[in-house]
């Protein structure tokens, strides 16, 4: 079970479902969020994401190991999300986000994929998406980590969702999203 501080605004919902998605592999996890929309601070980052390629592989991954089971089914984007935007992020890049597989955007959770069957035909086939924005998760103090995303739009990923009996969307039904950089600051 994750607990976290409760807020109307839907910047604020977004950043608590990236949250649960980023830390999912905990059984327990106590936190609060913060996120700011950095589109208008950092106009060049978006300006040239929405000129990187807005089309994906559906691809699948296996993950085991304490509490990430299953099968993680994502879209693999161009690493370029990574590699030309991040280090643009004024003092905070730090370091890409810790995976084997780049810039992707989630699809299906390995604890939702226990619901699907054994063959996702649509693994391999192409979809789209429109980068929205960029924001800014800052998880509390305890976990001392800051993320740098693109949220985008992307309704045929909403559409396979559905298909699958899932919530369109996924993280508690926010938005899909790009992680493009992640900060950890050092304790004091």
């Not at 604020?12 to 327990?28: C, N, P, Y």
């Not at 089971?69 to 999300?81: A, S």
Request: proline share 4%.
């Amino acid at each position: 079970m994750i607990l976290f501080k409760s807020n109307k605004s839907s910047h604020f919902r977004t950043a608590t479902a990236v949250a649960i998605a980023i830390f999912s592999f905990l059984s327990v996890q106590t936190f609060s969020t913060t996120i700011t929309s950095e589109s208008t601070l950092y106009p060049k980052i978006l300006d040239i994401a929405k000129k990187l390629p807005s089309t994906g592989t559906l691809c699948v991954k296996e993950e085991s190991g304490y509490r990430r089971e299953g099968r993680f089914i994502y879209l693999k984007v161009d690493d370029r999300y990574i590699s030309d935007l991040a280090p643009l992020l004024k003092n905070v890049h730090d370091q890409a986000p810790d995976n084997e597989i780049g810039a992707h955007i989630t699809v299906i959770l390995p604890f939702e994929s226990k619901k699907l069957p054994k063959k996702i035909v649509e693994l391999g086939e192409t979809f789209s998406f429109e980068v929205q924005g960029l924001d800014k998760v800052v998880l509390d103090e305890k976990e001392n980590t800051t993320w740098y995303i693109l949220t985008v739009k992307a309704p045929d990923l909403s559409t396979l969702r559905r298909k699958y009996d899932l919530t369109a969307l996924p993280y508690a039904e926010h938005e899909f999203h790009i992680s493009i950089s992640k900060q950890i600051m050092q304790r004091q």
